[in-house]
């Protein structure tokens, strides 16, 4: 089942599209990973998705009224600022909004917590805690919007290797469970590690996708990122290592 649809989708910051007619589909069981350099368009390709910027083309959310959207898509933004001095738990029941009431005893908060390693944290200030800290408490508030859809930018940015490596395990665990989850990400390794599927934005155009080993060619690294990496397949799955520049 189609979880989001675009369709020659371009956003345009100025006259510069910055997202270059885009179309793609992400259907339940799929972790994509969205890769590109910096100022490729990834924030920009994730944001006029959701409808939260101005876009020509088409996106099935985007057109949704916001509500039903709600229910559809949760979105991690790539800022971490938490601004209210309110407890871990309190925050993220703030995911349950689409849902009715935001409430720190509903189930889903507590799922949310768990999945993120927080529990133990949850009667703690939100505003009190280290910056990885805080990155996982959001991860957690989106992941308590249970919706089917997740939309992620750079969500393991800041966090130690233990998290970075228990939130890629989570978002996979959620496809496998029939969600879609899209996280645009710079850990080249981690995301052919554990996404089943990626996204190569170069310049605003989608210039490759599928599986990690299809996507990380040599010709792409060069072209994409001026890298060259390594590969190899181990007993516990792909391994890939951005190894040094090629301009
Ligand atoms: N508010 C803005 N006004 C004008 N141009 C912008 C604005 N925000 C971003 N841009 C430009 O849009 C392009 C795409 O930016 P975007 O944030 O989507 O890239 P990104 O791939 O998410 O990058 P990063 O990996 O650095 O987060 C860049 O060239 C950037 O300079």
Same mark, same amino acid.
Request: hydrophobic content about 45%; proline content about 7%.
């Given at each position: 089942?189609?979880?989001?649809?675009?369709? &020659?989708?371009?956003? +345009? +910051?100025?006259?510069?599209?910055?997202?270059?007619?885009?179309? @793609?589909?992400?259907?339940?069981?799929?972790?994509?990973?969205?890769?590109?350099? &910096?100022?490729?368009?990834?924030?920009?390709?994730? #944001?006029?998705? /959701?409808?939260?910027?101005?876009?020509?083309?088409?996106?099935?959310?985007?057109?949704?009224?916001?509500? $039903?959207?709600?229910? $559809?898509?949760?979105?991690?933004?790539?800022? +971490?600022?938490?601004?209210?001095?309110?407890?871990?738990? *309190?925050? *993220?029941? @703030?995911? #349950?909004?689409?849902?009715?009431?935001?409430?720190?005893?509903?189930?889903?908060? &507590?799922?949310?917590?768990?999945?993120?390693?927080?529990?133990?944290?949850?009667?703690?200030?939100?505003?009190?805690?280290?910056?990885?800290?805080?990155?996982?408490?959001?991860?957690?508030?989106?992941?308590?919007?249970?919706?089917?859809? @997740?939309?992620?930018?750079?969500?393991?940015?800041? /966090?130690?290797?233990?998290?970075?490596?228990?939130?890629?395990?989570?978002?996979?665990?959620?496809?496998?469970?029939?969600?879609?989850?899209?996280?645009?990400?710079?850990?080249?390794?981690?995301?052919?590690?554990?996404?089943?599927?990626?996204?190569?934005?170069?310049?605003?155009?989608? *210039?490759?996708?599928?599986?990690?080993?299809?996507?990380?060619?040599?010709?792409?690294?060069?072209? *994409?990122?001026?890298?060259?990496?390594?590969?190899?397949?181990?007993?516990?799955?792909?391994?890939?290592?951005?190894?040094? /520049?090629?301009?």
């Amino acid at each position: 089942m189609t979880l989001l649809s675009l369709q &020659n989708l371009t956003v +345009r +910051r100025g006259q510069c599209p910055v997202v270059d007619d885009v179309s @793609l589909t992400v259907s339940r069981g799929e972790f994509v990973g969205l890769l590109g350099p &910096n100022g490729a368009g990834k924030t920009s390709l994730l #944001r006029g998705a /959701l409808g939260l910027l101005p876009a020509e083309g088409r996106s099935s959310l985007a057109s949704l009224p916001p509500l $039903a959207r709600a229910r $559809a898509a949760a979105f991690l933004p790539q800022g +971490r600022e938490i601004a209210w001095p309110v407890s871990v738990e *309190v925050l *993220v029941a @703030l995911g #349950r909004s689409p849902h009715g009431a935001a409430d720190p005893t509903d189930p889903a908060v &507590n799922r949310a917590l768990a999945r993120m390693g927080l529990t133990a944290f949850r009667q703690r200030r939100a505003t009190e805690l280290s910056g990885g800290e805080q990155a996982r408490v959001l991860i957690a508030r989106a992941l308590a919007q249970e919706t089917p859809l @997740l939309l992620a930018d750079e969500p393991v940015a800041g /966090l130690d290797p233990e998290a970075q490596i228990r939130t890629m395990q989570v978002f996979a665990d959620l496809a496998a469970e029939g969600h879609g989850v899209v996280a645009a990400i710079h850990d080249l390794g981690l995301a052919a590690r554990h996404c089943s599927r990626l996204l190569l934005i170069h310049r605003g155009r989608l *210039v490759a996708d599928g599986p990690p080993r299809e996507v990380l060619t040599d010709a792409a690294l060069a072209e *994409v990122f001026g890298i060259k990496g390594f590969h190899t397949e181990t007993a516990d799955g792909p391994v890939f290592q951005p190894m040094g /520049l090629v301009r």
